[in-house]
């Protein structure tokens, strides 16, 4: 059985301590340990990006990051992005443009979309596609999910 | 009348449970606490086909927070599943793949459980395995479920007209085999339920299926309890796609583990279980003979196919049903003979899945309707609308096309998509130097869209209340599973009672609550619920436009209800909020509305398949353009011109999003998918190589929608939520032939595949070696 490690670090803008597995993984700890259960589990092999969180800004899959690796880092999951300005943007457009269908792939490319228009601002339709490969959508096709980022973007401007 | 102008009909209506699924709010099953619940995991078979000699659980049971370990023998009263009732939830004596639930445990944590399964032995003593329906037919194969002898589990035969005959008026017969391999749903959100017992032993189930009033009955029967005391509440599902329409082993076992330890139980799948453990599409040998005269009118057709299976009989195998529609009454032909065998394998079992068999028999149908007009030197456009069928039609086999937009399908998406000019040129280049060729195919579909008469009938109930506010609550029979079914059912009420979308709440996942309905499947959600839906406010609306005539002293019929106000001709005589409370208050507002929709009377079909299965029927015509790189075999799809009708666009927003996603799920049938069987055993099992198609490679998507105005339809419209998926391979094919002057016969198309048929090595076929 695995000892157990202090971490700290800063999730959706608040400082947290935790004692956690050395095993667990950040999808778990986030979900069983914090109760936010916006992050999604669909494949816990890095595969589908129904688990994407920002860690230090940048996208991840909490699947496959240990909660341990956490310590010391910031933190942002589909809860914290939603509430930001960028992130109430892309819900809006996310909903306009009809980009959730079943919607348990939505939160992790709520994500992965918050970081495409943070860091490419102009990002057109084939960088958006490039930008969301590694979050799979059963339902959409994904137009309509590249025609909301592209939305949400164009109200940036 | 006097909501002219407001209507929502048409108009891009956002989904009501959106916002919550983009800010992450949304509950799904795997988000739900049951407190105090115990986790639950299967011990699945490790042998293909083997007798159990024992099950040693003594060892798991000690390891602690452990709270049960149960096998077939400590639930004697468990009873068959499926829709052949040939499995029990736990296997006894035997198991027949490798996905097979031999023991289960329920404890403290999920790797409690996992721990515990680990300390399970069992002894099995191999028997002989069956890995193709070529070794399952053969004289002398061991048999796989008693009473089936030769291991065919259903068989289906439909004849029209005399073969024979139209074969010898033919100018040209054609004859193929075509093989098609397994796919799987690969819902987002993995399998689940919760299952709890109160004290006085009612079942609450948390459960992601499609048709909870008909499990209701099944686990009723299972646990020896009035089906009253069960009640299924659906959580918002993250996916279904006909993959929740059976009762499969794990929600069966999880009520067990819970009567047994009288907690709730939690079940969840692990990714790699979902692949192992969930339904897929069958593979199908389907051999098509087909004919037609020198003018191009089509003589006959012959179809022989054979279904996989696998070990256990699920809706897979009843996809005949849809598969002989499209061979018979997709195309005017006179003579018609259907012939399929369904046959028990080692593999996993087969389930029901977007398009239910339409995407294979499509995929043959339309391959032969390009060769065939090639054969009598006839443009491939031309030689589909000479047999396009037409409105009014009433086909041999029963179906009466009381709308059918098919011929402007045809035309539109040829149109559209500029088919026949690049047909021609496509064709040019076959012998160019540039090793990389452009195609363009064509293919269309019929499938029903006026919901299914699988069952003895096919309703769906209505509460509506329409409180004291002006606020409706909807309360439906048919759940939504992402597939937008609340939206627009919402949006139907609000447009008989004129009120804006804000007005209705919708509750749909309660069977304590929500009236009966069969179940979400064959495209029928916004043809059966929605007819129920607009019976009911409809009665709503006579009862508030009565009240208001006698208050005001008017006849009935100078009123309306529009933008939250009872009109009287033109004029705003009430606004509806106050004058609903005065009712309220009144001794006889009575505001609670029922209705039930069952789709109306026709001939239903008889044991030899004639008559109608449908009060409608959906139509499509879809080009696919593609680019094949010789070299490489890789076929990249460059943009499909869907033309669909669909009676009336009712949420053009809703309608685009389950087109597009549709044609995705097809492209991907045809090109990337596939799941590898080899000797029984799954072999890919995880995302990385069973190939789900990302965004970068979607395709550019033109879709324009025929508006036929159905007569018996929702304001108009038909089903749509299967078509779209049905004949993006069979177009595909059709683009990769023109493309390249190769036709190929099995799918998928993946790069090696088609490398193979473009090089001529031997194909390699995607299943086992079967005929
Ligand atoms: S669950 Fe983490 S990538 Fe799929
Ligand atoms: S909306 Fe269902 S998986 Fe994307």
């Known amino acids: 059985m695995s000892a157990n490690c202090d971490i700290e670090f800063t999730l959706n803008g608040v400082k947290r301590q935790l004692s956690v597995p050395a095993g667990m993984s950040t999808l778990e700890m986030l979900r069983e340990r914090l109760g936010l259960r916006g992050t999604k589990y669909a494949c816990g092999e890095g595969e589908c990006g129904a688990c994407t969180i920002l860690v230090d800004g940048l996208t991840l899959n909490s699947c496959l990051m240990f909660a341990v690796d956490c310590d010391g880092r910031e933190l942002q999951t589909v809860e914290g992005v939603a509430a930001s300005e960028v992130g109430a943007r892309l819900r809006d457009a996310f909903v306009a443009n009809g980009a959730v269908q079943c919607g348990f792939c939505t939160p992790g490319l709520m994500v992965q979309a918050s970081h495409v228009i943070e860091h490419n601002p102009g990002a057109g339709a084939a960088e958006i596609r490039r930008g969301i490969e590694g979050n799979l959508c059963r339902c959409t096709g994904y137009k309509k999910i590249i025609e909301a980022i592209q939305a949400a973007e164009q109200k940036n401007g | 009348m006097g909501d002219i102008g407001s209507s929502l009909i048409g108009k891009r209506i956002p989904k009501l449970d959106a916002p919550d699924k983009a800010s992450g709010k949304t509950r799904y099953i795997h988000d739900l606490e049951a407190p105090g619940a115990l986790h639950a995991k299967i011990l699945r078979s490790t042998e293909v086909h083997a007798r159990i000699v024992w099950i040693d659980t003594a060892a798991a049971k000690r390891l602690p927070g452990v709270h049960a370990v149960i096998t077939a023998a400590d639930v004697p009263w468990q009873r068959p599943i499926g829709v052949a009732k040939d499995h029990l939830p736990l296997k006894t004596d035997r198991v027949r793949s490798l996905r097979d639930e031999v023991a289960a445990v329920a404890a403290d944590t999920e790797e409690i459980a996992e721990e515990a399964l680990k300390l399970i032995k069992v002894h099995y003593e191999p028997l002989p395995v069956l890995t193709t329906t070529d070794e399952a037919l053969a004289p002398g194969a061991p048999q796989l479920h008693e009473g089936h002898a030769n291991n065919v589990a259903m068989t289906f035969d439909y004849a029209q007209g005399d073969v024979a005959q139209g074969e010898a008026q033919s100018d040209v017969v054609i004859e193929d085999v075509f093989r098609l391999h397994y796919v799987t749903h690969c819902c987002m959100g993995v399998s689940g339920v919760i299952a709890e017992f109160d004290p006085g032993g009612s079942l609450l189930l948390y459960s992601n299926t499609q048709v909870p009033f008909l499990h209701k009955r099944e686990f009723a029967e299972m646990l020896g309890i009035d089906p009253g005391r069960i009640r299924i509440i659906q ?45 897929t599409r069958q593979p199908v040998v389907l051999k098509l003979r087909s004919g037609c005269k020198k003018d191009g009118t089509l003589t006959f057709r012959t179809v022989e196919t054979v279904h996989d299976n696998g070990a256990y009989t699920s809706w897979g195998a009843t996809t005949p049903f849809v598969m002989m529609q499209t061979v018979s009454s997709l195309y005017r032909v006179p003579h018609c003979k259907y012939h399929t065998a369904a046959v028990y394998t080692n593999n996993p079992y087969a389930g029901s899945f977007r398009g239910y068999g339409n995407l294979q028999a499509t995929f043959a149908v339309e391959a032969h309707m390009d060769k065939l007009a090639e054969a009598v030197g006839m443009d491939l456009l031309a030689f589909r609308l000479k047999n396009a069928q037409e409105p009014g039609e009433v086909t041999p086999q029963g ?48 499938h029903v869209g006026g919901g299914a008469k699988i069952y003895p009938s096919d309703g769906c109930g209505t509460i509506l209340k329409v409180d004291d506010f002006a606020h409706v609550t909807l309360i439906t029979g048919a759940s939504e599973i992402g597939q937008g079914s609340e939206t627009v059912l919402a949006q139907l009420v609000c447009e008989e009672l004129g009120l804006p979308l804000s007005a209705v709440s919708v509750v749909n996942n309660d069977t304590d609550i929500t009236p009966w309905d069969v179940g979400v499947h064959a495209s029928r959600t916004t043809f059966i619920a929605g007819n129920s839906a607009i019976g009911a406010a409809r009665k709503a609306k006579a009862k508030i436009l009565a009240a208001a005539a006698a208050k005001a002293g008017v006849p009935v019929e100078t ?36 209705t039930f929709y069952y789709e109306p009377p026709s001939k239903h079909q008889d044991k030899q398949f004639k008559g109608d299965v449908s009060a409608a029927y959906a139509w499509a015509t879809q080009a696919c353009e593609v680019e094949v790189d010789t070299l490489t075999g890789i076929v990249r799809l460059l943009k499909v011109t869907g033309a669909h009708d669909v009676g009336r666009v009712l949420n053009r927003l809703g309608i685009e999003g389950q087109i597009e996603g549709g044609m995705v799920m097809g492209m991907g049938y045809a090109l990337t998918e596939n799941l590898v069987v080899e000797n029984c055993t799954v072999k890919n099992p995880n995302f990385r190589d069973y190939k789900l198609v990302t965004a970068p490679e979607m395709p550019e998507m033109d879709i324009s929608f ?24 069979a177009a595909i094919a059709n683009a990769i032939y023109n493309a390249t002057g190769t036709r190929i016969y099995a799918l998928p198309f993946t790069p090696e595949n088609v490398y193979r048929a473009l090089h001529g090595a031997a194909q390699a076929p995607a299943w086992g070696k079967a005929a």
């Open chain 2, 235 to 279: 959580p918002p599902i993250g996916g279904g796609f006909g993959s929740k329409l059976d009762v499969y082993p794990f929600e069966p076992i999880a009520i067990f583990l819970a009567r047994i330890t009288g907690r709730p139980v939690k079940l969840l799948f692990t990714r790699e279980e979902e692949f192992l453990a969930s339904p």
């Open chain 2, 399 to 446: 179906m009466h096309f009381k709308t059918c937009g098919f011929k402007q399908c045809l035309t539109t998406a040829a149109e559209r998509s500029d088919f026949v000019a690049k047909q021609a040129a496509n064709r040019a280049r076959w012998r160019d130097a540039n090793p990389v060729k452009r195609g363009i195919g064509i293919a269309s579909m019929l």
């Open chain 2, 706 to 729: 025929i508006e036929t105005m159905d007569g018996e339809g929702p304001q108009g419209a038909k089903g749509v939520g299967e078509a779209p998926a049905i004949c993006m391979a």
């Open chain 2, 559 to 594: 009123l309306s209800l529009s933008q939250g106000f009872v009109f009287s001709e033109n004029k705003k005589l009430f606004e509806l909020g106050k004058f609903l409370r005065g009712l309220h208050f009144s001794d006889r507002a009575e505001l609670v509305m029922t």
